[in-house]
């Protein structure tokens, strides 16, 4: 399976993707994937993507970022070779148990006109403690305890008119701590995929690799 970062809209490109890595294995996004309000050009994309895939013969697997329209991950996106999941999705591929959550906060909510007030990551104690026999965890945003630790100097910058901002953000990743070391408890994960801070970065923690994923970049997984 490969794992593709942050696109922001990028279709061409993920085109171009697909027909030339979708042969090899199926494809799994880790949000931002880029729908926003303009719902029917949007749908009829993700037909066309539907129709790309199957002639491929591979599948996609999309959970929301922070840049997404939460409406299209209610349950009433997912085609034969396209699934837009919804928070919580576990599913097998290639004989891994994938566990899916997407959510973010957005740094510049106050400015971002596509800004959605149910955007953000949500912590669900009681589908967290049921998931199990997960192999795979893939989120959008991170826990606190891998990379990037602290808060930078964009952040600091937004925060300066949002005055909530560095708050929501430090409460949002302890939320995804919890999350993550119930999983981890209960679960043998091997690999956390995430995107959201548009960087390639490796963070080994308590036999896990813990993968941050570029913008466009993807990752081939060989487990």
């Not at 957005?106 to 400015?111: A, E, G, P």
């Not at 919890?178 to 390639?200: K, S």
């Amino acid at each position: 399976m490969f794992i593709l970062g942050d696109t922001h809209g990028n279709f061409t490109y993920l085109r171009y993707l697909i027909n030339t890595i979708g042969k090899k294995g199926p494809i799994i996004q880790v949000g931002d994937f880029g729908m926003n309000n303009n719902v029917n050009p949007m749908e009829a994309l993700l037909y066309g993507l539907n129709k790309l895939l199957g002639e491929i013969g591979t599948k996609l697997y999309v959970i929301r970022g922070n840049h997404d329209n939460p409406y299209f991950w209610q349950g009433n996106h997912i085609y034969e070779n396209i699934q837009l999941l919804p928070d919580y999705t576990i599913k097998e591929v290639e004989g891994k148990r994938v566990l899916f959550v997407g959510g973010a906060t957005s740094i510049n909510r106050k400015v971002n006109a596509n800004y959605w007030a149910d955007e953000k990551f949500v912590y669900d104690k009681d589908k967290t403690f049921e998931a199990r026999d997960i192999d795979i965890v893939i989120t959008h945003t991170a826990p606190n305890f891998v990379f990037p630790i602290g808060i930078n100097g964009t952040v600091k910058h937004f925060a300066q008119n949002d005055p909530n901002l560095i708050t929501d953000l430090y409460m949002e990743r302890e939320q995804m701590a919890q999350m993550c070391n119930v999983l981890m408890d209960n679960n043998d994960i091997t690999h956390h995929f995430y995107g959201h801070y548009h960087t390639n970065k490796l963070t080994e923690f308590e036999g896990c690799d813990f993968r941050c994923v570029g913008i466009n970049e993807t990752h081939d997984l060989r487990v």
